[in-house]
């Protein structure tokens, strides 16, 4: 699987929209990109994934270039609640992949500030 | 569905002891996994399962034991703690998601210190 560098830390004002990029310039053609967020001391939470188009849902946006080697997840409005560690991962979606060697780096951490 | 369940979800063990941290998930999936979480240093797997009587090795595997008699249980095993098994072990599964690929579902974690 491609690897993913994301910068070590960010800060966001509440209520202001946190954008957070990824570069993965080794991408495959057929990896999607994941993005999952872990709150302290808590499990690892998915946020959202997306192949080629950009993809939105509840939680966030998530933006991915035309050349794929990079994208950007958008936090519309962040709260308090949105301080954590955000991981961008790189991996082949197939349901019957043997090894599913999900390499998770240090992430970003996000820290919103009132 | 209660998700992703580990127990216990703290525990200090002496050098040597041997313990079984627990994880059993009701959502039917196939695929379940162990990671222990260092600081600084990310997720690692640590054993991986395709599926009832399936397992193998991830990156980190040495001291640690894993069976899968069950689609829903997925202990792992340490056989004789060190000082070095301190850290947070996480177990997850992975769903099925609309627009294809998949993702996990991670249990909140187990504390273990080897002292």
């Known amino acids: 699987d491609a690897k993913t560098t994301q910068p070590t830390s960010m800060d966001c004002a509440e209520g202001r929209a946190a954008n957070l990029p990824c570069n993965h310039s080794?991408?495959?053609?057929?990896?999607?990109v994941y993005w999952y967020r872990q709150i302290h001391s808590q499990g690892p939470q998915y946020i959202i994934h997306?192949?080629?188009n950009n993809e939105t849902n509840e939680m966030a946006s998530l933006i991915i270039t035309e050349d794929r080697k990079s994208s950007t997840l958008i936090l519309p409005h962040a709260t308090l609640r949105d301080t954590a560690v955000y991981y961008c991962?790189?991996?082949?979606?197939?349901?019957?992949?043997?090894?599913?060697?999900?390499?998770f780096g240090p992430g970003t951490s996000l820290s919103v500030i009132p | 569905n209660a998700g992703v369940t580990q127990t216990p979800k703290f525990q200090v063990l002496k050098t040597g002891q041997s313990m079984t941290l627990q994880c059993a998930q009701d959502?039917?999936?196939?695929?379940m996994s162990w990671y222990r979480q260092d600081p600084g240093m990310g997720l690692r797997l640590i054993h991986y399962?395709?599926?009832?009587?399936?397992?193998d090795q991830g990156e980190v595997p040495n001291g640690y034991n894993v069976s899968r008699s069950t689609t829903e249980d997925f202990p792992l095993r340490l056989l004789s703690a060190a000082p070095s098994q301190t850290s947070v072990y996480f177990c997850?599964?992975?769903?099925?998601?609309?627009?294809?690929?998949?993702?996990?579902?991670f249990g909140s974690g187990t504390r273990l210190t080897v002292v």
């Open positions: 997850a599964s992975r769903i099925t998601l609309g627009t294809g690929g998949s993702g996990y579902t």
């Open positions: 080794t991408i495959s053609g057929n990896e999607y």
């Open positions: 997306g192949l080629k």
């Open positions: 991962i790189v991996r082949v979606g197939s349901l019957k992949t043997s090894y599913d060697k999900v390499i």
């Open positions: 959502m039917n999936h196939e695929y």
């Open positions: 399962s395709v599926g009832a009587g399936i397992t």
